[in-house]
């Protein structure tokens, strides 16, 4: 099929769809000029984010970890949404059951004005105390190293889900369940690498949804999508309304 038709199709099947489940991932926020985790400009080449993304490394080093976020909250306090965040906002304003499920700890979903979101992995934007586990909005740019709680005085930590870490129960029960009752799932910029966020294709899949993936470049998921349209997030997306 030509990409028109891929894309036609895809407009039909979202248009006629009562309940749209959507899956984002770096790719979203790459035309915001964000890194991605595994691109060519990728955090993981500059820092081994599997080195530093983990309770082991902050345990070890958290100064360290700090300096990490301190200098990703630098990069993303100069980012805005681009027209694929946009896009997913009216997408959610004109679809009766939606939920747009993020990888994505930047922030990006909810400065665009997106409300029915599951961030998997958590928000960047904000800080949990170790010792008594008061989760705080913190914005500060740079972060102050090794913050303190002003309640208990315990260390805080980024709000983030690391390697080996589990992730929100509810946060994850809602997004499975998501993509267990939607009929059109959409899959934005991710490279399906990660569990258990990867395991919400194939369930969507199981549940006989149409799952349409948008990507710079193949992955593991386009063999197995009813449709897979390549190209740019903030061009592709908005084509889909
Ligand atoms: C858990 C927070 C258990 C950190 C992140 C072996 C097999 C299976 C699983 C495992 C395994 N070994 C280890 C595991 C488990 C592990 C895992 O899945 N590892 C992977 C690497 C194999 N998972 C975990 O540890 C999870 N926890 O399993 O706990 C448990 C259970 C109970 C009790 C205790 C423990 C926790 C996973 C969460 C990790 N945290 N982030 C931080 O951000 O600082 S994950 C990290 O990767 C980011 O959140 C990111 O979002 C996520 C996924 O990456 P992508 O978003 O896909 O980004 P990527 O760069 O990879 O791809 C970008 C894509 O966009 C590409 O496809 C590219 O082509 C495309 N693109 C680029 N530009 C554009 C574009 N597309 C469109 N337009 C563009 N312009
Ligand atoms: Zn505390």
């Not at 509810?170 to 959409?186: G, P």
Request: hydrophobic share 45%.
């Amino acid at each position: 099929m030509s990409d028109h038709a891929l894309l036609q199709s895809a407009r039909a099947q979202l248009a006629s769809a009562r309940s749209i489940a959507v899956l984002t991932g770096a790719g979203i926020s790459a035309d915001s000029g964000v890194p991605t985790f595994r691109g060519a400009d990728g955090l993981w080449r500059n820092y081994r984010a599997e080195d530093l993304a983990t309770p082991e490394a902050f345990e070890r080093d958290p100064r360290l970890v700090w300096e990490w976020y301190s200098w990703r909250r630098e990069i993303l306090a100069t980012k805005t949404p681009n027209a694929a965040h946009d896009a997913l906002v009216r997408m959610e304003a004109c679809t009766e059951d939606f939920r747009l499920i993020t990888q994505n700890v930047d922030g990006l979903h909810r400065l665009a004005g997106s409300q029915r979101l599951s961030e998997l992995h958590g928000d960047i934007w904000k800080v949990r105390c170790t010792s008594c586990r008061l989760v705080i909005d913190n914005r500060d740019v740079p972060l102050s190293l090794l913050p303190h709680c002003h309640t208990c005085g315990g260390l805080l930590r980024p709000h983030i889900v690391w390697f080996g870490e589990a992730l929100d129960q509810q946060i994850l029960t809602d997004s499975i369940r998501a993509v267990e009752s939607c009929d059109v799932m959409v899959i934005v910029g991710t490279s399906g690498l990660v569990y258990p966020a990867a395991m919400l294709m194939p369930a969507a899949k199981a549940n006989g949804a149409f799952v349409i993936e948008i990507n710079l470049d193949p992955t593991p998921y386009s063999s197995d999508v009813a449709l897979s349209l390549q190209g740019r997030a903030k061009d592709l997306v908005p084509l889909l309304l």
